[in-house]
C-alpha cells in the first residue's frame, strides 16, 4: 500500500506543483513542496524495509525488483508480485515467495552476536 502511495505522491506533485504555480498561490507551493518531502522520506523508509525482507530458503527479495526468474505457481495480484506479497503479509502473516513457492511466516528474528 506504501509503494502506491508514494508512486501516486511522484506522480501526481509535479501536477499540483505547476497548478500552484500557475495560479500563483504559495501557500499551495508550500504544501506541494511539503508533500514532496514526505515522498523522499517515504521512498527511504521503503528502500529500507524492501532491503530487509528476505525469503528464507532462497534469500531473495521479495518486494524488490531482482529481475529473477519467477516461480511457475507465484500469482499476481492487480498485475504485480510484490503487491500481492504485500497484501498477503498485512492479512495472512506470511507470504509464498514469487521466486521459490516457499510459504514463509513474517516474524523478527533477532542476531546473534558472539
Known sequence: MLLLCNRLLVIGLPVFLVYSLIIVDHDLTHVGLAMMGVSVLLAIFLW??????????CLGLPLAISGSVKNRRA??????????VAVTILTKGHFRCPY?????????RRRRYR
Open 48 to 57: 529500507a524495509l524492501v532491503n530487509r525482507l528476505r525469503c528464507p530458503l
Open 75 to 84: 500469482l499476481r495480484l492487480l498485475g504485480s508480485y510484490r503487491f500481492r
Open 100 to 108: 521459490c513457492g516457499e510459504f514463509t511466516s513474517v516474524e523478527v
